[in-house]
T-cell receptor, first 116, second 113 residues
Framework: DTAVSQTPKYLVTQMGNDKSIKCEQN?????MYWYKQDSKKFLKIMFS???????INETVPNRFSPKSPDKAHLNLHINSLELGDSAVYFC???????????????FGPGTRLTVL | KNQVEQSPQSLIILEGKNCTLQ??????????LRWYKQDTGRGPVSLTI?????NTKSNGRYTATLDADTKQSSLHITASQLSDSASYIC????????????FGDGTTLTVKP
């Protein structure tokens, strides 16, 4: 299936731990994103990578570090997890490039992170 | 400051009825406006995308309108079904880079039998 996939779907961990969430897309897109959706369902962009290069880095604690080994993968590593990190994290991808009037984003199914 | 405001925040309608969701934005420059549907426990899925020159676009029972002069958009749902119960998110982009987008806070629609 062509899609954006994320693992794990659920992640429950203790405060202070380090965890990673993986994202892969097989759509041939060159831009990938991480979003955080809080308990009020508001979606906020965290990072955007184009061709493995960071192009957007919103005001996110440096405990969050994205890593893009190649165009098809964008993983999110979180150090020293805090209670406030509990949220649903969505990965997305799109095809950038000039000459396009818009670039549709495709979202993954989300990873629900619960920090105890 | 770029903002996208959606109304109402939540809406309950009976199955079979029509409804309209609103989106007002102050994003400038403007490239495109997207409506997403997000089912509970899933990622957002694109319903419609409109650029500056488009003022209406349909996707089945969903019809989006755009007035770039007044910076308003609406999403009209016809003959609602139970499966339309979801959060609807309006997203406005200032350029073709989808990452430089401003998200609305969404409207939660509940369709009751």
């Amino acid at each position: 299936d062509t899609a954006v996939s994320q693992t794990p779907k659920y992640l429950v961990t203790q405060m202070g731990n380090d965890k990673s969430i993986k994202c892969e897309q097989n759509l041939g897109h060159d831009t990938m994103y991480w979003y955080k959706q809080d308990s009020k369902k508001f979606l906020k962009i965290m990072f955007s990578y184009n061709n493995k290069e960071l192009i957007i880095n919103e005001t996110v604690p440096n405990r969050f570090s994205p890593k893009s080994p190649d165009k098809a993968h964008l993983n999110l590593h979180i150090n020293s997890l805090e209670l406030g990190d509990s949220a649903v994290y969505f990965c997305a991808s799109s095809l950038a490039g000039s000459g396009r009037s818009y670039n549709e984003q495709f979202f993954g199914p989300g990873t629900r992170l619960t920090v105890l | 400051k770029n903002q996208v405001e959606q109304s109402p925040q939540s809406l309950i309608i009976l199955e079979g009825k029509n409804c309209t969701l609103q989106c007002n934005y102050t994003v400038s420059p403007f490239s495109n406006l997207r409506w997403y549907k997000q089912d509970t426990g899933r990622g957002p899925v694109s319903l419609t995308i409109m650029t500056f020159s488009e003022n209406t676009k349909s996707n089945g029972r969903y019809t989006a309108t755009l007035d770039a002069d007044t910076k308003q958009s609406s999403l009209h749902i016809t003959a609602s079904q139970l499966s339309d119960s979801a959060s609807y998110i309006c997203v406005v982009s200032g350029d073709t880079n989808a990452g430089k987008s401003t998200f609305g806070d969404g409207t939660t629609l509940t369709v009751k039998p």
